[in-house]
């Protein structure tokens, strides 16, 4: 099994920054892009994404104040937020696409969200 945990969520300032990260731990041959997607209700955006080779891509709304990180050796990938606004408030969630052996069919694994508030 492949599990993803995230960490870093909570309630931070309009202005302020926040640091999220998400281990992928399990049954792991490689992974290829890893992302960060919020949710509002039952709509879903892109928030970054970030492959093996290090090539990123941002959302439209983020481009400038977040910028997302892996670590390919620990598995982890990390999205920092900067100049956070109170239309940043979701719940993050972190995803990967991940070979389980050296035939790397890669399938999306997700990880139980974290909630991130903007508020003063």
């Known amino acids: 099994q492949v599990e993803l945990v995230e960490s870093g969520g909570g309630l931070v300032q309009p202005g302020g920054s926040q640091r999220l990260s998400c281990a992928a731990s399990?049954?792991?041959?490689?992974?290829?892009?890893m992302a960060w997607y919020r949710h509002y209700g039952k709509e879903r955006e892109l928030v970054a994404s970030i492959?093996?080779?290090?090539?990123?891509e941002y959302g439209d709304s983020v481009k400038g104040r977040f910028t997302i990180s892996r670590d390919n050796a620990k598995n982890t990938v990390h999205l920092q937020m900067n100049s956070l606004k109170a239309e940043d408030t979701a719940v993050y969630y972190c995803?990967?696409?991940?070979?389980?052996?050296?035939?790397?069919?890669?399938?999306?694994?997700w990880g139980q969200g974290t909630q991130v508030t903007v508020s003063a």
């Open positions: 399990g049954s792991i041959f490689s992974i290829d892009v």
């Open positions: 492959d093996s080779g290090g090539r990123t």
């Open positions: 995803t990967a696409a991940v070979a389980k052996t050296m035939e790397k069919r890669y399938f999306p694994y």
